[in-house]
């Protein structure tokens, strides 16, 4: 029965495979992003929907949504190096001199913290997005974004998912 489990962890290279791929697109679409920021700027190239603002404005909107973009595409690649190391490998991180140090996880808390954080990062560039696009008509609706960012942060701050383990890498 051990062996089979052990067989059955090669499944992981679904999500290892399909984040890699996600990761490639997202990179590819958040560089789409930032040549379309130059386009405003050189060639000054307003789309219709974005006609009420200044090219400078619009530029900027396209780099706040390049940047989220790209944040998504790390989050991706990171996810697909920790299942990969989680359920793959056998190697020790020790062992592993050639690794990025802030790619290891060394455990699936430490995978899940990465994966919080960045969500509360997206979430709070995408805040910024909305507020800059909509400077001029903003109404109190968009309070309940910034709320729920700060109740996700405080929420990983008290839960402390991967503390010990952090504690005990550094060590």
């Known amino acids: 029965m051990k062996k089979i489990f052990y067989l059955f ?48 404005d619009i530029a900027t909107t396209y780099l706040i949504k390049s940047l989220d973009t790209f944040l998504i595409a790390l989050v991706l690649f990171i996810f697909a190096h920790g299942v990969y190391s989680l359920f793959i490998s056998n190697k020790k991180y020790d062992d592993e001199k050639n690794v990025l140090k802030w790619i290891r996880t060394p455990n699936i ?18 805040f910024l997005e909305v507020v800059f696009v909509n400077i001029d008509n903003l109404k109190w609706e968009i309070a309940i974004l910034p709320f729920s960012i700060l109740l996700l942060a405080l929420g990983l701050k008290f839960l402390s998912l991967n503390k010990e383990e952090v504690d005990n890498a550094k060590k």
């Open 9 to 56: 962890r090669y499944v992981s290279w679904t999500a290892i495979i399909g984040s890699l791929l996600g990761s490639l697109l997202l990179f590819i679409v958040g560089a789409l992003k930032t040549v379309n920021a130059f386009r405003v700027v050189i060639f000054n190239y307003i789309p219709e929907d974005k006609a009420h603002l200044h090219p400078a």
């Open 109 to 126: 808390g430490h995978l899940k913290n990465v994966l919080a954080e960045v969500i509360v990062i997206i979430l709070f560039v995408k």
